[in-house]
C-alpha cells in the first residue's frame, strides 16, 4: 500500500510563504494527492488535490514532483488562521474497492 | 449553513453499553463514510457507504457497525464501547468514490467511555 510521509510540524512568519513538504515514493499511477487541514476542534477541510500537474486554487498551490514521490502544498502568505494540521493523503484514482491514506500531518504554527 | 451535521458534538456513554451516533448531509451526496481520529493521530476510515452498499475496512472491529436508512442519514453503532474506543469520530460525503472527489467533513463527535 502508498504510504505518505509528513514532517511532524512546521513554523512559519505571519505573510510569508509556507512550503509543506510529503513523500509517497510508493504512489501508484492512479493516486489522487490530496491535502485536507483540520483547525482546532473542527473536522478535516479540503484544500486541494492533483495527479500529475501542478495545481492552484484560492486556498494554496499544489507541486507535484515530476516522478509523483513527493509533493509540496503551498501557502503563499500564511494568516493566524491558516495554524492547523495538515495531511497529505492518497486516493486511488478508480472507483470501487480503494485505499484511501492519512499521513501523519504537519502542525503548522504561525507566528504574529 | 451547515452542510454534513453531527449530534451530538459529545457523547459520554460507559463500558459496554450500547452508543450510536448520528450524520445528516444536506448534500444529497451519494456517499457517506465514518472515521476515528485518536488524539494527536490522523483520521482513519472505518467504512463507508455508496448509496446503499456497505463497505468495511479490513481492520475495523466488528463492533463498530454502520446504517444508512436513506441518502441523507448516517448512523455508526457502537455494540459495547471499550476504553480504547474513545475518540473524535467523524463524518464525510462525497458525491463519488472517484479519487477526484472531495470529501465534506461533519465537524464530529466525541465519544467518551466511563
Known amino acids: 500500500d502508498a504510504k505518505t510521509t509528513q514532517p511532524n510540524s512546521m513554523e512559519s512568519n505571519e505573510e510569508e510563504p509556507v512550503h509543506l513538504p510529503c513523500n509517497h515514493s510508493?504512489?501508484?499511477?492512479?493516486?489522487?494527492i490530496h491535502w485536507y487541514r483540520q483547525l482546532p476542534s473542527q473536522g478535516p477541510e479540503y484544500v486541494i488535490h492533483g495527479l500529475t500537474s501542478n495545481v492552484n486554487n484560492r486556498m494554496a498551490s499544489l507541486a507535484i514532483a515530476e516522478d509523483r514521490k513527493s509533493s509540496t502544498l503551498i501557502l503563499h502568505r500564511a494568516t493566524l488562521r491558516d495554524a492547523a494540521v495538515y495531511y497529505c493523503i492518497l486516493r486511488e484514482g478508480t472507483s470501487g474497492t480503494y485505499k484511501y491514506i492519512f499521513g501523519t500531518g504537519t502542525r503548522l504554527k504561525v507566528l504574529a | 449553513d451547515a452542510m454534513v451535521i453531527q449530534n451530538p458534538r459529545y457523547q459520554v456513554t460507559q463500558f459496554g453499553k450500547p452508543v450510536t451516533l448520528s450524520c445528516s448531509q444536506t448534500?444529497?451526496?451519494?456517499?457517506m463514510y465514518w472515521y476515528q481520529q485518536k488524539s494527536s493521530q490522523a483520521p482513519k476510515l472505518l467504512f463507508h457507504?455508496?448509496?446503499?452498499?456497505?463497505?468495511n475496512e479490513a481492520d475495523t472491529p466488528d463492533n463498530f457497525q454502520s446504517r444508512r436508512p436513506n441518502t441523507s442519514f448516517c448512523f455508526l453503532d457502537i455494540r459495547s464501547p471499550g476504553l480504547g474506543d474513545a475518540a473524535m469520530y467523524l463524518c464525510?460525503?462525497?458525491?463519488?468514490?472517484?479519487?477526484?472527489?472531495?470529501?465534506?467533513f461533519g465537524p464530529g463527535t466525541r465519544l467518551l467511555v466511563l
Open positions: 510508493t504512489i501508484s499511477g492512479t493516486d489522487y
Open positions: 464525510a460525503t462525497s458525491r463519488t468514490l472517484a479519487g477526484q472527489e472531495t470529501q465534506y
Open positions: 457507504y455508496y448509496d446503499k452498499d456497505f463497505n
Open positions: 448534500l444529497n451526496h451519494n456517499v
